[in-house]
């Protein structure tokens, strides 16, 4: 099956130096559709958009082979309507060791899916498992089962499968792409969620974030974790702390000592979540995401995003 032929748009946005450092922010486990093209330039993939950005100096030049303008795409993806600048330094004024994070990891910003629902789906697939196996994964079921969205580079690429799709595949064919015991997961949670009615999950924005992440966690295979990536990424609520493995070694380790040796249970995951709410507030996603991009990178230990 072909796509027809649309006009790559493009337009050149002025990036100024420190404020945007794509690879690390599509490399820390926010996002799984982007990847390094020709030339220095990355292709991401969100919500049905495509986009392939050439990060050069402090002029970034953006294309969109699928015909849509890239500009508004790529300032929703990164948030650029925040002033990254205020908010490291917000982050380092509520908690001293925040300044070596964010001078360590210059450039990164907390990303913004453009699909909650796509959102959902890929962090499903993030359980006990790392970021290259999850990309795979993820790439594997838009080949088979995503609707066409450009032609780019000799190849088509595609969208990532709609909820609808999903939850009439065969459990088998997901476990022959890959996703082993996350196959029943995945095609059980798009059941519930088309029962639960178009609009439900975006309807989730309005509720305060215990109640939210109460009712993504009554969907199957969602516990505290993959919530709280929803909410944070797919749905905006700077209140979510997402804990899994790299985030629970990291305030062992470097912020609640006391907490060393215990286990990561409903207890301690509320610890930890409250004291992020007490320390940076309606930060906590950003301070977060600095704690969560230390301990991955710190060089010590495997890229596993980890079990919930």
Same mark, same amino acid.
Request: proline share 7%; glycine share 8%.
């Given at each position: 099956?072909?796509?027809?032929?649309?006009?790559? $748009?493009?337009?050149? !946005?002025?990036?100024?130096?420190?404020?945007?450092?794509?690879?690390?922010?599509? =490399?820390?486990?926010?996002?799984?559709?982007?990847?390094?093209? *020709?030339?220095?330039? +990355?292709?991401?993939?969100?919500?049905?958009?495509?986009?392939?950005?050439?990060?050069?100096?402090?002029? +970034?030049?953006?294309?969109?082979?699928? =015909?849509?303008?890239?500009?508004?795409?790529?300032?929703?993806? %990164?948030?650029?309507?925040?002033?990254?600048?205020? !908010?490291?330094?917000?982050? !380092?004024?509520?908690?001293?060791? &925040?300044?070596?994070? !964010?001078?360590?990891?210059?450039?990164?910003?907390?990303?913004?899916? $453009?699909?909650?629902?796509?959102?959902? %789906?890929?962090?499903?697939?993030?359980?006990?498992?790392?970021?290259?196996?999850?990309?795979?994964?993820?790439?594997?079921?838009?080949?088979?089962?995503?609707?066409?969205?450009?032609? +780019?580079?000799?190849?088509?690429?595609?969208?990532?499968?709609?909820?609808?799709?999903?939850?009439? $595949?065969?459990?088998?064919?997901?476990?022959?792409?890959?996703?082993?015991?996350?196959?029943?997961?995945?095609?059980?949670?798009?059941?519930?969620?088309?029962?639960?009615?178009?609009? &439900?999950?975006?309807?989730?924005?309005?509720?305060?974030?215990?109640?939210?992440?109460?009712?993504?966690?009554?969907?199957?295979?969602? =516990?505290?974790?993959?919530?709280?990536?929803?909410? $944070?990424?797919?749905?905006?609520?700077?209140?979510?702390?997402?804990?899994?493995?790299?985030?629970?070694?990291?305030? *062992?380790? +470097?912020?609640?000592?006391?907490?060393?040796?215990?286990?990561?249970?409903?207890?301690?995951?509320?610890?930890?979540?409250?004291?992020?709410?007490?320390? %940076? =507030?309606?930060?906590?996603?950003?301070?977060?995401?600095?704690?969560?991009?230390?301990?991955?990178?710190?060089?010590?230990?495997?890229?596993?995003?980890?079990?919930?």
């Amino acid at each position: 099956m072909t796509t027809p032929a649309r006009p790559i $748009l493009g337009e050149r !946005v002025s990036i100024p130096l420190g404020e945007l450092d794509l690879p690390l922010c599509v =490399g820390s486990g926010q996002v799984f559709r982007w990847q390094p093209v *020709q030339d220095g330039a +990355w292709l991401g993939i969100a919500g049905g958009r495509m986009l392939v950005v050439h990060p050069s100096g402090v002029r +970034w030049q953006l294309c969109a082979p699928d =015909g849509h303008p890239p500009l508004p795409t790529f300032q929703h993806l %990164f948030r650029l309507e925040v002033d990254l600048k205020q !908010v490291q330094a917000q982050l !380092v004024r509520r908690h001293p060791l &925040w300044a070596e994070w !964010v001078a360590g990891l210059p450039g990164l910003r907390l990303m913004r899916w $453009l699909d909650a629902e796509e959102c959902l %789906f890929s962090f499903l697939c993030t359980p006990a498992n790392n970021i290259p196996r999850i990309t795979r994964m993820i790439e594997r079921l838009c080949e088979h089962y995503g609707e066409p969205i450009a032609e +780019w580079g000799g190849r088509i690429w595609r969208a990532f499968p709609s909820a609808a799709v999903l939850a009439k $595949l065969p459990v088998e064919a997901l476990q022959a792409l890959g996703f082993g015991y996350r196959a029943r997961l995945l095609t059980a949670a798009a059941r519930a969620l088309l029962e639960r009615g178009q609009g &439900w999950l975006m309807s989730l924005r309005q509720l305060p974030y215990e109640e939210a992440k109460h009712a993504l966690c009554q969907l199957p295979g969602v =516990g505290m974790k993959i919530a709280d990536c929803v909410l $944070l990424f797919g749905l905006d609520n700077p209140l979510a702390v997402p804990i899994d493995t790299h985030l629970w070694q990291a305030v *062992q380790a +470097w912020l609640l000592p006391h907490l060393r040796g215990k286990s990561l249970t409903a207890r301690t995951y509320r610890e930890v979540v409250d004291w992020f709410h007490s320390t %940076f =507030g309606e930060l906590s996603g950003w301070a977060h995401q600095y704690l969560f991009t230390a301990h991955l990178f710190d060089g010590t230990h495997p890229d596993a995003i980890g079990v919930q």
